[in-house]
């Protein structure tokens, strides 16, 4: 289906089904289809839909050789490739739950996710790169790994239910058990094993626990199920974004982030090919995108949009492959469309609300919206996800285009969070809604447009501030690049605003950005203290405000 045939799609309700098995099924059934289709392309190789599923198959007889079976938490601490969607893929099949380990997580975090998510087993390989090590990594975060014996009786005192550590590739590592231990244990096992265990998992049980980035306090993990997260790409992929079996989906996302998740699931869903990269290289995505011919690229964050424009090959790069591009560029400086509507001017930008919480996607826009919306809101809700827009001052619903708390319920939700009680109900009411702590509004045809949080929401002498209204104005002058607004203490207003600037180019000082500010906003929403920065603190794809904050806050002296 071309460009100009796509225009004007809409979702018929009474034209769409639902049609949703566990993760492992999704696969199964496109191995069915189009087991010689080209499945999945990294840097390192390619892979078609019979090489993965047979590879799936062999990895889920491997962790059933070793004991781990439906139920047990398994976490995955891979880059971003083809043994990440094996590993994800065989651990459903058994019936097991994959925890998304972040790949840049250092030891106390590790340690962390290992005993709050109840890991039995941990998968990861012995390919140490300038990026991390992950058997270091591991040891760090369990000393007494280092004088284990036996591999198959780790007995860790901080991590009492971790049963097996999961070594893949050709080294060999104290308390792991490496490649040779894998396939013994593989053919202890049958294929008609793991096949009685795959039909007896259910759509509700649990797929996989997905972290949150934490702030000053641990990451949550959201329970997801198999109907959520499988049902939320059916939906994306099938519905709203119309993918075709032809379909090249791209994202250098790492897969342990719902963005890029989604977006490979979507590509499975329909048969399609996922293109990704085991770590975001700006020359490498422009290379991708042409070479792969990719027809949806998927990329959310303003970040790695920034560096793909401002990489040397970014004016002779052919992206005219590109049909539907998820960027959310209403939440962005205006030069990084306008930089994207002039390179791939017949591609259909959407904008995305979403979370791990809604496995992924609440609202995105589609083919049948006015294409410049894309630049402007956030799309619209989900078949079947309901949105409501909520006073904090009232508690009731707000009217056209007023502001309020994102609340939203339906299939994608997640089930609570993990051994966390008081924040499951703390975030979901009786009535089943999800408070997302989100400032949202929807216009008259219910698109939605996104505020900023409420913990960014600065209140500077009883006058409520909105960070991203600051950031905005910053964002507009010629020399800024991003710009991140924080609160920090004061003794007479309680609060004022502080921004951090990544300038673009040349020289523009501090005195000069407070100046611009003040002729644009009100005085009690002009930053107090403007810091240069050129790199962020990054999670895997958002931007640290806290540790902005501890840094401005340790440099001036203040204290909460």
């Known amino acids: 289906m071309e460009r100009a045939e796509l225009q004007g799609l809409s979702e018929d309700p009474a034209r769409m089904r639902i049609s949703v098995s566990p993760l492992a099924d999704m696969l199964l059934k496109s191995w069915d289809q189009f087991p010689d289709k080209e499945a999945v392309v990294f840097p390192t190789g390619r892979r078609t839909y019979d090489d993965i599923a047979r590879g799936v198959i062999h990895r889920a007889r491997g962790l059933m050789g070793l004991g781990i079976g439906p139920g047990d938490h398994v976490g995955i601490l891979l880059p971003s490739g083809t043994e990440f969607i094996e590993t994800l893929f065989a651990v459903s099949m058994i019936g097991g739950v994959s925890v998304l380990m972040n790949a840049r997580y250092r030891s106390p975090e590790v340690r962390y996710v290992v005993e709050n998510a109840d890991l039995a087993a941990v998968v990861t390989n012995s390919d140490a790169d300038e990026f991390v090590d992950f058997v270091a990594r591991l040891t760090e975060a369990f000393p007494p790994l280092a004088q284990c014996g036996d591999p198959l009786d780790l007995a860790l005192a901080d991590a009492p239910l971790l049963r097996r550590l999961i070594l893949h590739g050709g080294k060999q590592a104290p308390g792991f058990i490496d ?90 869903e329909v048969g399609g090919t996922f293109i990704g990269q085991p770590h975001f290289d700006p020359g490498e995505s422009l290379r991708q995108i042409e070479a792969e011919q990719a027809t949806m690229v998927f990329l959310p964050f303003v970040t790695f949009h920034q560096a793909m424009i401002a990489h040397p090959d970014w004016d002779k790069a052919d992206l005219s492959s590109v049909r539907l591009m998820n960027s959310c560029f209403s939440q962005m400086p205006a030069s990084v469309g306008d930089a994207y509507r002039a390179k791939m001017p017949n591609a259909l930008q959407v904008g995305t609300f979403g979370m791990s919480e809604a496995s992924g996607i609440v609202a995105t826009g589609g083919y049948d919206m006015d294409p410049e919306l894309g630049f402007q809101a956030l799309g619209y809700p989900l078949k079947g996800v309901a949105v409501r827009i909520v006073s904090p001052e009232t508690g009731e619903d707000a009217g056209v285009g007023e502001r309020g708390e994102v609340w939203f319920r339906g299939y994608n939700m997640l089930d609570g969070y993990h051994r966390d009680p008081v924040k499951t109900a703390e975030a979901i009411d009786s009535d089943g809604w999800y408070h997302s702590g989100d400032i949202g509004s929807l216009d008259e045809n219910g698109h939605m447009r996104f505020h900023g949080r409420f913990k960014d929401m600065l209140k500077v002498g009883g006058e409520n501030v909105a960070a991203a209204e600051v950031e905005a104005v910053l964002d507009s002058h010629e020399g800024v690049e991003l710009a991140q607004v924080i609160g920090i203490p004061d003794a007479k207003l309680e609060e004022v605003p502080a921004a951090y600037v990544k300038l673009s180019n040349g020289a523009v000082s501090e005195a000069e950005l407070i100046a611009y500010t003040r002729e644009r906003m009100a005085s009690f929403k002009v930053p107090r203290h403007v810091r240069f920065i050129d790199e962020w603190p990054m999670s895997a794809s958002k931007i640290q405000k806290f540790k902005l904050r501890q840094q401005l806050m340790a440099e001036l002296g203040l204290n909460d």
């Open 179 to 268: 490649q040779s231990g894998f396939e013994q244990a593989a053919e202890r096992c049958s294929e008609a094993d793991v096949h009685e265990a795959r039909l007896a998992v259910r759509l509700r049980d649990t797929c996989m626990i997905l972290y949150t980035s934490g702030t000053s306090a641990n990451p949550k993990g959201c329970l997801l199920s198999n109907e959520a997260i499988c049902r939320e790409a059916s939906n994306l992929a099938r519905n709203r974004w119309a993918f075709k079996p032809d379909e090249r989906v791209w994202s250098p996302m790492p897969l342990f982030h719902i963005a890029a998740m989604l977006a490979m699931l979507g590509a499975i």
